[in-house]
C-alpha cells in the first residue's frame, strides 16, 4: 500500500510540473528534431475590411531580407460574399496551416484586429507535432487585436451590440464603417498612402462577426503569444489592449507584450519596426537566431515601474483591471463547472 502511494505520489508530481499543452522540452526535441534546420513560416491574417495586400511592406523586409517564407491569406468574408462565414475564414486559416505542417515545416501564425479570432481558433489541434516528421504551431502573434474565448463570436464580445466604428446594412449583408477608414487604420501615413491603403479596402460581411460562436477557439492558452499593442489606435483603444493582456496573464496565457507609438495598422505605418517585434518573436518561439538589422525605434514595454509613478496609471491599472477581470472569469468558469457536477447538468 505505502509502496502504491509513493508511486502516485511521484506521478503527481511529475504531471504537475508541465504544462498539458507543452510537452516535457526533452520530449518536444525527440519528438521534433527534424525541423531545427529551417525558419518557421509565417501565416499572415489580415483583419476586417482589409486583404493579405496589407501585408505587403513587411513580407517585403521578412522574405527578402530575412529568408522568412511568408503566406498571407484571403479571408471569404472579405471578398464581397455576404454569405462566407466564420467557418469559411477559419478553413482558410488552418488549409494554409497545415499545408506547411504536413511538409515538416513549423509555423507561426500572426494575425491583426479581427484576424486574431480566426489565428486563435486556427491554433486548435496543431499546438503539438505528431510525429517526427510534421510541423506544428509554435506561436502566435497579435497585433491590435484580441483574446478570444472558446464558444463566443466577435460580436458576443460586445454583448451582441454594435460597436460605434461600423454599422449593420442589412440590406446588403455586410458591416459598413461608421468612422473615415483614414481616422480609423491609418492617421499616421502621409495623404498619398492613407489614400492608396483606403482604395484597397474590401467589404466585411455581418455573418462572420455575429455567428460562428462554435467554432471559436482560445488558442492563445495553448501557444506562447506575443501581443504587439498599438498606441494611438483610434479603433481598439490602448487601454482597452492593456486590459485585454493583463486579462488573459491571469488566465494563464503566456503573454509578452510591446507597444508602438502607431495608428491600428503598424504594419504600414512603421513596418521596420514591426519586423523587428516580429523577428525577436521568431526567436523566441523557434530558439533560432534570425540575422536582423531592423530598427526597433518606438518599442515600448509595458509595464509599471517602480521610480516612474506614471507609469502605474499608464500601464499598471489597465493590466491590474484586466487582471481582475481574468480571476473573475475564472472563478465564474469554475464556480460553473461545479454547480454543474453537482446537479448534473
Not at 506561436?139 to 484580441?146: Q, T, V
Amino acid at each position: 500500500m505505502m509502496h502504491r502511494l509513493i508511486i502516485n505520489l511521484k506521478s503527481l508530481m511529475i504531471s504537475s510540473c508541465f504544462s498539458p499543452h507543452f510537452p516535457p522540452r526533452s520530449t518536444f526535441h525527440n519528438l521534433h528534431f527534424h525541423s531545427k534546420m529551417s525558419l518557421p513560416t509565417l501565416i499572415l491574417i489580415h483583419g476586417s475590411w482589409h486583404g493579405p495586400i496589407c501585408y505587403d511592406p513587411i513580407i517585403k523586409l521578412l522574405h527578402g531580407k530575412y529568408k522568412l517564407k511568408c503566406i498571407a491569406i484571403t479571408l471569404p468574408s472579405t471578398t464581397g460574399n455576404p454569405d462566407a462565414t466564420f467557418k469559411n475564414d477559419l478553413d482558410t486559416a488552418r488549409e494554409a496551416i497545415s499545408n506547411e505542417t504536413e511538409a515538416g515545416r513549423d509555423v507561426i501564425v500572426l494575425a491583426h484586429s479581427y484576424g486574431g479570432m480566426v489565428g486563435n481558433s486556427a491554433v486548435k489541434g496543431f499546438e503539438q507535432p505528431v510525429s517526427a516528421t510534421k510541423g506544428h504551431v509554435i506561436g502566435l502573434i497579435l497585433i491590435a487585436s484580441g483574446f478570444s474565448f472558446t464558444g463566443l463570436a466577435f460580436m458576443d464580445l460586445f454583448l451582441g451590440q454594435t460597436p460605434p466604428f461600423f454599422r449593420v446594412n442589412k440590406e446588403t449583408g455586410f458591416a459598413d464603417l461608421a468612422l473615415p477608414p483614414r481616422q480609423f487604420f491609418y492617421h499616421d501615413l502621409s495623404d498619398d498612402e492613407a489614400e492608396y491603403w483606403v482604395s484597397q479596402l474590401t467589404h466585411q460581411n455581418v455573418k462572420a462577426l455575429f455567428e460562428g460562436g462554435e467554432h471559436v477557439y482560445s488558442g492563445w492558452m495553448d501557444v506562447p503569444t506575443w501581443y504587439i499593442g498599438t498606441i494611438e489606435d483610434q479603433g481598439l483603444p490602448v487601454l482597452a489592449q492593456r486590459m485585454a493582456v493583463g486579462m488573459a496573464r491571469e488566465m494563464g496565457g503566456n503573454i509578452v507584450h510591446r507597444e508602438m507609438q502607431t495608428s491600428h495598422s503598424p504594419f504600414l505605418s512603421k513596418p521596420e519596426e514591426t519586423v523587428g517585434i516580429i523577428l525577436e518573436a521568431v526567436e523566441a518561439f523557434s530558439g533560432k537566431k534570425v540575422a536582423r538589422t531592423a530598427s526597433r525605434n518606438a518599442v515600448a514595454v509595458p509595464e509599471a515601474r517602480l521610480l516612474q509613478p506614471l507609469t502605474w496609471l499608464k500601464f499598471g491599472l489597465p493590466l491590474l483591471f484586466g487582471r481582475i477581470v481574468g480571476r473573475g472569469i475564472l472563478i465564474f468558469g469554475f464556480g460553473g463547472r461545479m454547480l454543474r457536477s453537482i446537479f448534473g447538468r
